[in-house]
């Protein structure tokens, strides 16, 4: 996510949900309502089932995996943007069994249910900052055994991004975000984790080239023993 709300509509006290809230409610559409390319490529490998979007926005992605008959949980910090995905969803059809819409903030919203595909598209806060490792470490967290978790992020600012944010954002490596998981690789296996070229269009409609980072990982579909009363013998 990334904003063109000017620095001087904020201050010291904004908080990421304030911030955000506004920049949809300022706005008809901040998002093209398309699916993430990335996210369509892996979708399509995959057994439709339980899939959970975290910072799903306006609802692109977690509308078209609903239209391609998975069950969906889509969570974003903004009441706005949940509206608006909901009003999407009722466009195409979908009801609410099919597609599960919650305005929450992701550091702090559980569940109790685990997802075969968890997916965050684009989690960035800028120039308000969220806890991102953190999220994507729960993130991991939410995915049952055999499932998988898509980690997709901008790797470089797009074109049209405002020049003072080349300067003030640090944009992830796939590296890093696989890092950031801290996962145990005897529990995980990392099927992807690299940069990748996309051709898109900008805000104007002219052709524009950007930069992905791109993690893949799924869990073992073995639950592994609890030892911990065995240790405690």
Do not use: K
């Amino acid at each position: 996510m990334f904003s063109s709300v000017t620095l001087g509509t904020m201050d010291d006290e904004t908080s990421a949900a304030e911030f955000w809230e506004a920049r949809y409610a300022d706005s008809d559409r901040v998002w093209s309502g398309r699916v993430n390319g990335v996210l369509a490529d892996v979708a399509s490998t995959l057994e439709p089932a339980r899939a959970l979007d975290l910072g799903c926005g306006e609802g692109g992605d977690a509308v078209w995996l609903a239209t391609q008959g998975w069950d969906v949980t889509a969570v974003d910090l903004s009441p706005t943007a949940i509206d608006r995905a909901r009003a999407a969803a009722a466009a195409r059809g979908i009801d609410g069994d099919r597609l599960h819409l919650v305005a929450a903030d992701l550091a702090a919203w559980d569940t109790d249910e685990r997802f075969d595909l968890v997916t965050c598209s684009y989690l960035h806060s800028w120039p308000i900052e969220i806890p991102r490792e953190a999220i994507l470490r729960r993130a991991a967290g939410f995915v049952d055994h055999g499932g998988a978790l898509l980690i997709t992020a901008h790797a470089a600012p797009p074109p049209w991004a405002e020049q003072h944010m080349n300067h003030g954002y640090t944009f992830p490596t796939p590296e890093s975000d696989l890092a950031a998981l801290d996962l145990d690789l005897d529990d995980w296996e990392v099927l992807a984790c690299e940069r990748r070229e996309r051709e898109t269009m900008g805000p104007d409609g002219a052709p524009a080239q950007v930069d992905d980072s791109v993690v893949l990982v799924r869990r073992s579909t073995a639950r592994r023993p609890d030892t911990t009363r065995e240790e405690e013998r």
